[in-house]
């Protein structure tokens, strides 16, 4: 269950940040959003809002025209992605991102490629996602094309989870799949924060996202509209109807 927003340090914040498309189409502008060890901090708005480019700048992807990326109190504003997976921040994105014709092991060892030459400590992570997601053990040889949208995203998880991360970024991670899927994936996220984890998501489904979230930020044309923590989002009618005017559709 979510837990009340402590007063504690940010594990991973963007400081007023400002990134740019092509030079000069601004997409997100002074932008600020903290996240804390232990919480799922969620962020939601409508298309275009520019949600996905925090979790894509936060990973290094964009570079800043402005403000600063900090991470357990270091600015790393201008490190490489790689680095920032080296210092335990992975990243799951919308899209598939697997190889098809490789089989879930295989996509699974690409993902050990860091510590390729450690084989015992390649086969204990591995494991380690064998324990967590049983289907995959059973479906190690297939190769990713033939399984479902679920199991391909678990393979996606399991592999993020293979830097043994502190941090992990989510966008969509529900996207396309049936309820009872969605289901299982945000009690996942949810289990990562109760980890101790740093949990970012990105998300459309705004109630299940307020039901997981200990805070989150409302995004609109690029700029912070809105913050809480999860109790607020469960009781203010002002947030509510905000929501429901991009949604279309009345929040409960």
Not at 19 to 30: F, S
Not at 36 to 55: C, E, F, H, M, Y
Not at 178 to 196: H, N, Q, T
């Amino acid at each position: 269950m979510p837990t009340s927003a402590a007063a504690t340090e940010p594990v991973f914040a963007l400081d007023n940040v400002t990134v740019a498309y092509h030079g000069d189409i601004t997409i997100l502008n002074g932008v600020s959003v903290q996240a804390r060890a232990g919480q799922v901090t969620g962020i939601i708005g409508p298309n275009g809002a520019g949600k996905s480019t925090v979790l894509k700048t936060l990973f290094g992807f964009l570079p800043l025209r402005g403000g600063r990326i900090m991470l357990r109190g270091q600015d790393i504003s201008r490190q490489p992605s790689h680095e920032r997976a080296a210092s335990g921040v992975a990243f799951v994105p919308q899209h598939r991102s697997l190889f098809g014709e490789l089989s879930v092991e295989d996509n699974l060892v690409l993902g050990c490629w860091p510590f390729r030459r450690d084989k015992d400590k390649v086969r204990r992570r591995i494991d380690s996602v064998y324990q967590r997601f049983p289907i995959l053990a059973q479906k190690r040889h297939d190769p990713v094309s033939s399984m479902s949208g679920g199991q391909q995203r678990f393979v996606e998880f399991g592999r993020a989870l293979l830097i043994e991360p502190s941090v992990i970024l989510l966008d969509e991670p529900t996207a396309m799949l049936a309820p009872k899927i969605s289901k299982e994936i945000y009690a996942l996220v949810r289990g990562f924060a109760d980890e101790g984890m740093t949990v970012i998501l990105v998300d459309q489904n705004v109630r299940r996202c307020a039901e997981i979230s200990d805070y989150m930020y409302i995004l609109e044309l690029g700029r912070n509209k809105a913050e809480g923590a999860h109790e607020q989002f469960g009781h203010d009618g002002g947030l509510r109807d905000m929501v429901a005017s991009w949604m279309d559709y009345k929040i409960d």
